[in-house]
């Protein structure tokens, strides 16, 4: 992706901003990690969650695109020439083999064949032996280039969990998400001002607790409170899901806001400014989604999830 950008002209800023909103959009599409834990630590079915979730994705990345689009139109941004149906046809037939790599992910998952990180792993192997074997675009050398490469991102990616984790630790041993929960409770059984308390207090959860353990801290917390003010328990949770995702991914404290900036090799000052746009477009994506609960209910209803 870096260097597609790259080649079309793009900032490495905007190339790190896409990245970053497009991670926030696809914590609701399976098989999310997010989703498991909300699953695993709640009784949502995880099945349900993977079906609900996929409609609010299709929502926010619709406003993304139109985002993109609008902007295109502003800067005068140079039309690509349109594929013909011949070359479409063409390059849907060689993208099979690879458009496997995410059937596995989620059937695996899905089926329960393997754990996550088991199924990523065999994920991994698979794209290599592509890459190697059928496609013939990597040799011995550029093998060996991409695993240091990966490496060296690895270890940085880790000094800044290992980072966020010990800030996550020092919030939770101060009893600081709770609090805020029991501040959230007082809202006099309001379901449009507990609705959106809880998108804030994820968002800024999400970025200050690394993302997933702000849901594993207030998610159980907070569901409860949910369905006893009449909250569906599956439309909070897909919710509760988009908010850490923004959370996580917003600068100027989101880890995996820092996480794109490392892969795009950028700064974070242009990439947060480039992200604002993007952070505002997801804001209103989440909101569409939290106040038109049918976007999320529809699909788990007609495969029969109540």
Request: charged letters at 5%.
């Amino acid at each position: 992706m870096r260097n597609m950008l790259a080649r079309e002209g793009y900032s490495a800023g905007e190339g790190a901003a896409v990245l970053a909103a497009s991670a926030a959009m696809g914590e609701t599409v399976p098989p999310s990690i997010a989703m498991l834990v909300l699953g695993s630590i709640t009784s949502l079915s995880i099945a349900a969650l993977f079906i609900g979730g996929l409609i609010p994705a299709a929502v926010i990345g619709l406003c993304l695109m139109l985002l993109i689009y609008v902007r295109a139109r502003i800067t005068n941004a140079p039309r690509a020439p349109r594929a013909k149906l011949s070359t479409l046809g063409r390059a849907g037939l060689v993208a099979v083999l690879p458009l496997l790599m995410p059937l596995i992910l989620f059937g695996g998952i899905m089926f329960g064949i393997a754990t996550p990180t088991e199924i990523s792993s065999f994920a991994v192997l698979y794209g290599i032996a592509l890459s190697v074997f059928v496609y013939r675009e990597m040799g011995l050398r550029s093998l060996t280039r991409t695993i240091v490469d990966s490496a060296a991102l690895s270890g940085m990616v880790l000094f800044i969990l290992a980072a966020a984790s010990a800030f996550s630790w020092a919030l939770t041993i101060a009893s600081l998400p709770q609090h805020l929960v029991e501040l959230l409770h007082g809202v006099n059984n309001s379901s449009l001002i507990f609705l959106l308390g809880s998108i804030l207090l994820l968002i800024v959860a999400g970025s200050l607790l690394e993302g997933l353990p702000a849901l594993n801290v207030l998610a159980p917390l907070l569901l409860p409170i949910a369905v006893q003010i009449g909250l569906s328990p599956l439309h909070y949770g897909i919710v509760l899901v988009i908010a850490m995702g923004i959370g996580a991914f917003m600068p100027p404290a989101g880890v995996g806001f820092y996480v794109c900036c490392a892969i795009q090799q950028t700064e974070v000052e242009p990439a947060s400014r480039a992200m604002v746009p993007y952070l505002a477009v997801l804001v209103v994506g989440l909101l569409v989604v939290a106040f038109v609960p049918a976007f999320t209910l529809v699909l788990p209803h007609a495969f029969g999830f109540h």
